[in-house]
């Protein structure tokens, strides 16, 4: 074992032993939380026993199975008991044009208003509620939907429930994050959300079933729900009346949204749990299953629900609690590489919300100079941090592109892999010194350098990779303290960041991306998400040829993607630190499920062996 590892060992078993006494008689601490799903559980009482062994797995495409189906005769119906694994209550938000993260999107799975499937590449086709035409000529789509698709409440859809979507992300009152420059691509987007305009002039209904859409370009984005193409309704019968600013907190998204899915909300729970049924106007025909009960469970304590058969299956479930169900006798656990990178952000400038764009100001921010940036990169040991606390079911992210995008990940990236020596040779080179003999540099004016980094609050496994982080960057001589002095809950250090507190320097998030490769959603100007704040004409310049009409060219696209790859690198304004694994234990008395990519398999095709989970 390496002179690193063990040190690292000892670190996190000294921690455990510290949070151990401090929690001993406080079950409040909860594993922190990433921008898109729970962060992790505990690490095991021993973290050095085994570690080398589970290390040795490497996480490829075959590690698991991504299709369960055994065996034996169904019973009729039964409820899916369900845990979503979140350390944080869910917040509640049950509409695609207002929901932040993905714990609701894991909820609103089982009654989802999507218009469209999707194919092992991710691109659109003609078997979801909605086909698609694309007229790149004359830079028009044609969105066509299947007759007799009704609303769970019986009330057909209609093609003014595709057009309401656009309205409420376009509309002046919208405070979501959705309104970007994808979304301006709409002809008429933008006079409509600044109040020039009653409407969006590139919106036609053509007929009942039909919708003309009428672009400033058309790309090969729009394949895969990009260029301002949406792919969700809304029930215009219920929600058209409710003005904007009202309707995150309605009764129509907070307590009894309408769907389109496989089932239908029956009762809801704030921030702990979800009662589905059988949504009998689903237009694929009705569900195997009376229902589904979705319950928040922390992840301290969702191995042992699976294990004791408390539930079905697990959304969001901690890769670092793979040890814990690994060899569980009542599940099977399936796999997949997950479209997510978790990173390292720097604030780099505001956004401005009245305009809708992100103003940079690297000269004036601490963290302005790349090189200090790139240095912080190096200086991150996460090769270690994947070995004992994720199997090696998470690697060092070396873009951020996801390597699940085959045809736009670039492999050839070096990205920052631990190398603390050439940390120091850059701060060094940079003139980042220690000028008053205290062990720690000073910026290259001889000030004081204290970078305060936000980061989210949970379990001693969270708090101790955490601390790991800030130990990895004091070697080399940084002083990096928390922003607020610990780390902070999940709800609230999205607000903090997206608000520009003043005292965040750095940040560590991660994105689920979805299905669209194109990083315009969270990486231009007018991107809500662009949470760095880091613009450039070079940065906008790549972002606009990956979705242009000239990316029709599919090498043209792909060199596209592999500059800005590139340049994202260069320029570090964020740095990807984690691709990972997904997993999803699932119980043996399920009969079908399929957790693949390239999948007709739909939540109706689910069945029940027994009436209780096997224990």
Request: glycine share 6%.
């Amino acid at each position: 074992m390496n002179k690193k590892l063990i040190a690292l060992l000892a670190l996190l078993l000294t921690l455990m032993l510290v949070l151990a006494a401090c929690n001993s008689d406080d079950d409040s601490a909860k594993p922190a939380d990433e921008p898109d799903k729970t962060e992790e559980d505990a690490v095991k009482e021993d973290p050095e026993e085994g570690a080398e062994e589970d290390a040795e797995q490497p996480a490829s495409d075959d590690l698991f199975p991504v299709v369960l189906d055994n065996e034996g005769e169904a019973i009729d119906g039964g409820t899916l008991q369900v845990a979503l694994v979140n350390d944080s209550p869910f917040q509640g938000i049950f509409s695609y044009t207002l929901y932040e993260d993905a714990y609701d999107a894991e909820i609103m799975s089982f009654s989802s208003n999507s218009l469209f499937a999707t194919d092992g590449d991710f691109l659109l086709t003609d078997k979801g509620i909605a086909s698609l035409t694309v007229d790149g000529d004359n830079n028009k789509a044609t969105i066509k939907i299947r007759e007799g698709v009704k609303w769970s409440d019986g009330e057909p859809l209609k093609v003014e429930d595709l057009i309401q979507p656009y309205l409420i992300i376009g509309h002046p009152d919208y405070a979501g994050v959705r309104y970007d420059s994808d979304f301006q691509n709409i002809v008429g987007a933008v006079e409509y959300h600044d109040g020039k305009a009653d409407t969006i002039s590139g919106l036609k209904k053509v007929d009942e079933t039909t919708l003309e859409m009428t672009f400033n370009k058309v790309s090969p984005a729009i394949y895969s729900g990009g260029d301002g193409l949406w792919g969700y309704a809304e029930p215009s019968h219920i929600v058209k009346d409710i003005p904007v600013a009202e309707l995150l907190e309605n009764d129509a998204v907070r307590k009894n949204p309408v769907t389109l899915g496989a089932f239908k909300f029956k009762k809801i729970v704030p921030g702990e749990s979800v009662e589905f049924e059988r949504n009998e106007h689903y237009w694929k025909g009705e569900s195997k299953l009376d229902g589904v009960i979705v319950k928040t469970v922390p992840s301290s304590s969702a191995a042992k629900a699976i294990e004791t058969g408390e539930y079905d299956m697990a959304l969001s479930f901690p890769t670092s609690a793979y040890e814990n169900v690994k060899d569980l006798e009542n599940i099977t656990l399936l796999g997949r590489q997950e479209l997510y990178y978790s990173y390292l952000g720097f604030k780099l400038g505001k956004y401005d919300y009245d305009a809708s764009v992100a103003n940079t100001n690297e000269a004036e921010s601490k963290m302005g100079d790349k090189v200090l940036r790139q240095a912080m990169g190096y200086a991150l040991d996460v090769e270690q941090v994947n070995e004992v606390f994720y199997f090696d079911l998470r690697a060092r992210a070396n873009s951020l592109i996801p390597p699940v995008f085959k045809s736009f990940h670039d492999s050839s990236i070096e990205g920052y892999n631990y190398n603390s020596e050439k940390a120091i040779q850059l701060l060094d080179e940079a003139g980042y010194k220690d000028t008053d003999g205290d062990g720690l540099r000073e910026n290259p004016k001889g000030e004081k350098l204290t970078i305060k980094l936000a980061a989210m609050s949970g379990d001693e496994t969270q708090e101790q990779v955490i601390s790991y982080y800030l130990q990895n960057w004091n070697e080399v001589g940084l002083d990096v303290q928390l922003a607020t002095g610990r780390l902070i809950e999940f709800n609230t250090f999205y607000d903090k960041v997206q608000a520009d507190d003043p005292e965040i320097d750095i940040f560590m998030g991660a994105w689920g991306t979805g299905t669209n490769p194109s990083p315009a959603g969270l990486y231009s100007k007018t991107a809500v998400y662009n949470f760095s704040r880091y613009t450039s004409e070079e940065l906008e310049g790549l972002l606009t040829a990956i979705d242009s009409k000239e990316a029709l060219d599919s090498k043209f696209r792909s060199d596209k993607f592999r500059e800005w790859q590139e340049y994202m690198q260069d320029v570090s304004a964020v740095i990807p630190l984690q691709f990972r694994y997904e997993l999803r234990p699932v119980n043996d008395r399920v009969k079908n499920y399929d957790f693949g990519y390239d999948t007709d398999f739909d939540v109706i095709d689910i069945e029940l062996l027994a009436d209780t989970p096997v224990k």
